[in-house]
């Protein structure tokens, strides 16, 4: 067909016209896809601040369940008895590990006013809307407490890179990581910890940190820990960790 001046004028209307459609199509998914995502995680952090209240209260009737029983004893003039704790296991010990070395790399990755940038989109946030987020699975055990792996980064990334986040949003989200990780780390650093992680997939009992192991790692981590406290004055730390640790071992 020959071009006339009105084909061209009206060609070039029905592009445009077609170019605006599908991007309003796209523009709607994206913002749906956000609130989509938003939801999951607010809910998935109401989930955990549930359980967390619900283990609080269990933790301190039991509490008091047992000071009464020694009131109650002092009352009748028998002897006081004492309730030990549990002996801690492996795994709450690295737990524990996990949660010190969790507030090690917010501390490192935030600034005087406990602001930090997310490590996978790049946006400031202060120290409440900040975890400590894990490139590679705190569930692969060798690499979990290396602090290269923990870096500072928002709940809605932390929650797209968890068990539960969108598939495709997650590989995003750890391409931008890897980014800012290699700019941070260096590049050999960071596929130095790739390899490690490699590794302890392959044979994840033989990489995992023994007892031994946590109970050698976790004065430093909390002597580490200190030493941060003490340079950010921004934060009012509310566990004693050392504290907690001696509970736990006594
Ligand atoms: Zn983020």
Redesign the pocket.
Known sequence: MKKTRESIIKSREYKYNQYCFTTKIRKEQKIEKLREQNQKNTEYQIEKIKRKHQSDLSKKKLEYERKAKNELRALEGKPQREYKQKKRTRNQKLQFALDIAQEIVKLRDTNENGEAF??????K?NWEELAGGHRWSRRIQGVCLELENINA??H???FTTGPRGDKQAMER?NLIYDQNAIEKYGLEKWEELAVCKNQCVIDPKKYAPSEAHLNALIPILIAENEGWRKQKKFYKPKKKWQNIYQKMIA
């Open positions: 997310c490590i996978s989109c790049n946006q946030k980064q928002c809605s990334c932390n989200v």
